[in-house]
């Protein structure tokens, strides 16, 4: 049941003193909650008392068991941005369960929410699962590994678990799908959005579907849709206990579960969208609000955005991070356009916005990974590097550089004979995008990635030279035109074995960067793959054959599979190429890695050799500063030019030479001790790790 519900804590408390419910409105005049028991005939009512002059309605409601089903109906007055209407079914917001409205349910129950044109109600749940004395894996932040996956997408393809389970709650936790995260090294999976989510009017309109989740109905429910049929056909305790059964499998095996969640906006879309929770509850201190109340104050794009400088929005925000955190035991978050969730009552961002210092300072979050979204469409939006202590953030600093420097660039040489920028910005993203961040921070603030889920594949990004959004419906307006990819000199697929093995080699240039880099990695799922959405950037409509991972049996996946592996396994045995804190000049400092920087000719680099085009080559000496790990030095030599050319590697009283551990360049040789000093030719684009004897 629910364990860790206080009297304060609104939606069903089914404990020894009997089942209870409550609701906060401020606005509202009347507040009824209609019940269908399970087997019963008609719905039983019970009218809420406000408490004094509170926000809060409550009512006990003896005989409630889970698997009834409830909605609420809310009267109130006619006003700009109110929107009561006593005859209209609304979902609790704080409902542990939500499922989908059966539209030949006759006339009771669920049936009239079929007429009122509601899609949706809310389901009391049973609470109670074992977990087996299985606790949270604790992965130090230096360690983690982040792979972004959807649900359905993950397993929908994959032949090694049983059909019934594919693209589930299951599935995810399928030993098939653990081995292969073991495999390449993942240690937290972060799932995109789980909380219960609907598609938005006109793509329903349009016989389409929102495949990613971004559209959230409720904030403690997960999605049923992605139950197994089995769990769905049982109800929304099922659906519960498929959720936390994954969870328990993948802490079993190590593995950390992040929830990507969004708190920014709602499904209630823009007004005149429908009205199924909090604005008809609510509306005026849920939402923002333009000056003269016509419409919504919106700085998401989705027609909405929560005003969580109001107390109860906040309260709900931080109550659901509590519930998942520790009812359901996941082991963090991954919020959704944040910049909104921090902006002040007059709509102006405060990097010490309340709702983040209770984020950062509650007792049941301590142990979670806060990870930002650090921007949002509305004024003064892009915000990476403002969040502060206890926060990492998407960089998407960090991508653009990087795909810049290996395809932007190398697509520029091959047309014009020069990139047009040097080293300097490459190694400012590898060593933890110092800039942004700050040294009190530290390289751990930054979420490095070179794709996500919207975006092109790691495939397309090399396959690629504009986007092919068709499938999609909107004639090419969605999606974005600045992706800093390139096709390697033939749009899309092609049996051209000189562009498949340059675009092969791009592909490890850039995965490379990003599991050598400081900070922490994120892989989307499927690029380890060689995932193809076949040029569309932005697939949240799109699912079917177009977004699955691809598990067949092919040679080029399995070789980024090896690769993305080894470059892990590199990383783990390597403390240095993991700084947890930057390092102070002239100062030893625990956890930091000490740089030293070489040019091509083996010689400290100078002033000039970091941003002349003609200079796209480095290597940099990195030592650990121990703290709880030995020792340990690597050499890292990075070649941005399509140009053979030969490097020679640093002579150091302290080195007597250096082993090739991983090459973005095929058949190297990685046996052979090399004498400092001695040449190393770079046959074209590439990045080396050496390890030093």
């Known amino acids: 049941m629910h364990e860790t519900a206080t009297d304060e804590t609104p939606g069903f408390r089914l404990g020894d003193d009997g089942p209870r419910f409550s609701v906060r409105s401020a606005s509202a005049a009347s507040v009824t909650l209609v019940v269908q028991r399970t087997g019963g005939a008609e719905p039983v009512r019970f009218a809420l008392e406000r408490a ?113 389970l594919r693209g589930t709650y299951a599935g995810v936790a399928h030993p098939s799908t653990i081995a292969h995260l073991h495999r390449i090294g993942v240690t937290t999976l972060e799932l995109l959005p789980v909380h219960a989510f609907d598609t938005e009017g006109w793509l329903r309109a349009a016989g389409r579907e929102n495949a990613w989740g971004y559209n959230s109905l409720g904030f403690f429910a997960p999605h049923a849709a992605h139950a197994s049929a089995d769990a769905r056909a049982a109800g929304a305790s099922a659906v519960l206990r498929e959720f936390k059964g994954m969870v328990r499998l993948l802490h079993e095996a190590g593995i950390q579960v992040v929830l990507d969640v969004v708190y920014n ?101 301590q142990d979670v990974l806060v990870v930002a979204e650090p921007w949002d469409v509305g004024p003064d939006g892009w915000r990476t590097g403002a969040f502060g202590a206890r926060t990492s953030e998407w960089n998407d600093g960090f991508r653009d550089t990087v795909r810049q420097f290996w ?81 390697h000199g033939i749009e899309g697929d092609t049996a051209d074995r000189g562009v498949r093995a340059a675009r092969g080699r791009s592909m490890r240039n850039l995965v490379g960067t990003l599991m050598l880099a400081a900070g922490v990695p994120m892989l989307t799922a499927g690029d380890d793959r060689s995932r193809t959405q076949h040029g569309n950037n932005n697939a949240y409509v799109v699912s079917g054959d177009l977004t699955p991972v691809d598990w067949s049996d092919d040679e080029d996946a399995e070789s980024m599979t090896e690769v993305v592996a080894a470059l892990a396994r590199l990383r783990a045995a390597h403390p240095t190429l993991r700084p947890t804190r930057f390092g102070v000049e002239g100062q030893e400092t625990p956890g930091a890695t000490r740089m030293s920087w070489y040019g091509p000719d083996g010689r400290p680099m100078t002033p000039e050799g970091w941003d002349q085009p003609i200079h796209r080559a480095v290597q940099y000496y990195a030592e650990s500063t121990p703290e ?66």
């Open 52 to 164: 004094g002059g509170s926000d809060r309605w409550s009512a006990p409601t003896p005989g409630v068991v889970p698997g009834d089903r409830y909605h609420l109906l809310a009267d109130g007055p006619t006003a700009p941005r109110h929107d009561f209407d006593p005859h209209r079914p609304l979902l609790d917001p704080y409902a542990r369960g939500i499922v989908p409205v059966d539209p030949t349910d006759g006339v009771g129950g669920t049936g009239r929410h079929a007429a009122t044109g509601q899609r949706w109600t809310s389901e009391v749940v049973d609470d109670a699962f074992d977990w087996g004395g299985v606790v949270k894996p604790v992965v130090p932040l230096d360690r983690v590994v982040v792979y972004e996956a959807n649900v359905r997408t993950l397993t929908a393809a994959n032949p090694h678990v049983p059909e019934h």
């Open 265 to 365: 906006h709602t499904a209630e879309e823009g007004v005149g969208g429908p009205t199924t929770s909090l604005r008809g509850i609510d509306g005026p201190r849920h939402y923002r609000w333009t000056e003269d109340g016509s419409s919504h104050h919106d700085t998401t794009g989705c027609g909405n955005t929560l005003d969580t400088s109001v107390g109860a929005t906040a309260d709900l925000v931080v109550d659901s991070l509590r519930y998942w955190a520790r009812e359901v035991q996941v082991d963090g978050f991954r919020f959704d356009l944040m910049a909104a969730l921090a902006r002040d009552a007059q709509h102006v961002f405060d990097a010490d916005h309340p709702l983040l210092e209770r984020i950062r300072r509650h007792p049941d979050l």
């Open 628 to 693: 709880h790990e030995p020792s340990d030095r690597v050499l890292v030599v990075v070649h941005g030019s399509g140009r053979t050319r030969d490097l020679t590697l640093p002579v150091r009283e302290d080195v007597l030479g250096y082993r090739l551990a991983w090459s973005s360049e095929k058949h190297r040789d990685h046996e052979r001790l090399r004498p400092a000093g001695q040449v190393f030719t770079a046959y074209g684009p590439g990045i080396h790790v050496f390890e030093v004897a």
């Open 407 to 487: 395809l932007g660039d190398i697509a520029e040489e091959r047309r014009n004979g020069a990139p047009r920028a040097g080293i300097g910005a490459l190694a400012g993203v590898l060593t933890g995008s110092r800039h942004l961040f700050g040294p009190e921070r530290g390289p751990l603030a930054s979420v490095n990635f070179v794709t996500a889920h919207d975006g092109f594949t790691l495939l397309d990004l090399v396959s690629h030279d504009r986007k092919h959004n068709e499938a999609n419906g909107e004639d090419g307006r969605d999606g974005s035109d600045d992706n800093r990819s390139f096709n």
